[in-house]
T-cell receptor, first 114, second 112 residues
Framework: DQQVKQNSPSLSVQEGRISILNCDYT??????FLWYKKYPAEGPTFLIS?????DKNEDGRFTVFLNKSAKHLSLHIVPSQPGDSAVYFC?????????????FGKGTHLIIQP | NAGVTQTPKFQVLKTGQSMTLQCAQD?????MSWYRQDPGMGLRLIHY???????DQGEVPNGYNVSRSTTEDFPLRLLSAAPSQTSVYFC???????????FGPGTRLLVL
């Protein structure tokens, strides 16, 4: 059973508009969440993270929101740029277990249209 | 600073052959891990290591062996390759528990 779910396999957004990528999780032990961006033929690169003690974290054009009661997080990209076209993975971990690695969602392919 | 490096970039194997996927990092990270990514799937953890001499299984460990004799290297061995192991393999490393994982560029493996 998937513990981290990204229900939209793809998302198309016009350049300059806001991109919103969603992620749901089921494991209440998760307390650290990350977004990774992946271009074809490259490894994932870290984008932004949030711990469960916060409900929002911003880094430039990227903001992650966490709703613990709903077990939901979202990544907002404003404004969207052509270089943002990539696959975005939501990932979660349990800091208590730490080294057990990350649990990933299946990814959302974001396409920024000119 | 090379970060996380993986070799080879691409490999074709016949069913039953064995091979080792290499992973090295130069960031003095204690934690290293191996993931595989299949079409339409997220990355799934195969094995991980919290330091030299210590390894443990992840979500999908069957058919793979690992060892960690040095901090820098974390090779992944396929003992007897099967078509189900056709995938893209990513190695990752991180420092402390709170730090993010850095991924290598991946090894594309095709098992015929």
């Amino acid at each position: 059973d998937q513990q981290v779910k990204q229900n939209s396999p793809s998302l198309s957004v016009q350049e300059g508009r806001i991109s919103i990528l969603n992620c749901d999780y089921t494991n209440s032990m998760f307390d650290y969440f990350l977004w990774y961006k992946k271009y074809p033929a490259e490894g994932p690169t870290f984008l932004i993270s949030i711990s469960s003690i916060k409900d929002k974290n911003e880094d430039g054009r990227f903001t992650v929101f966490l709703n613990k009661s709903a077990k939901h997080l979202s990544l907002h990209i404003v404004p969207s740029q052509p270089g943002d076209s990539a696959v975005y993975f939501c990932a979660a971990s349990d800091l208590l277990r730490g080294a057990d690695g990350l649990t990933f969602g299946k990814g959302t392919h974001l396409i920024i249209q000119p | 600073n090379a970060g996380v490096t993986q070799t080879p970039k691409f490999q074709v194997l016949k069913t039953g052959q064995s091979m080792t996927l290499q992973c090295a990092q130069d960031m003095n990270h204690e934690y290293m891990s191996w993931y595989r990514q299949d079409p339409g799937m997220g990355l799934r953890l195969i094995h991980y290591s919290v330091g030299a001499g210590i390894t443990d299984q992840g979500e999908v460990p069957n058919g793979y062996n690992v060892s960690r004799s040095t901090t820098e290297d974390f090779p992944l061995r396929l003992l007897s390759a099967a078509p189900s192991q056709t995938s893209v393999y990513f190695c990752a490393s991180r420092g402390t528990v709170q730090e993010t994982q850095y991924f290598g560029p991946g090894t594309r493996l095709l098992v015929l």
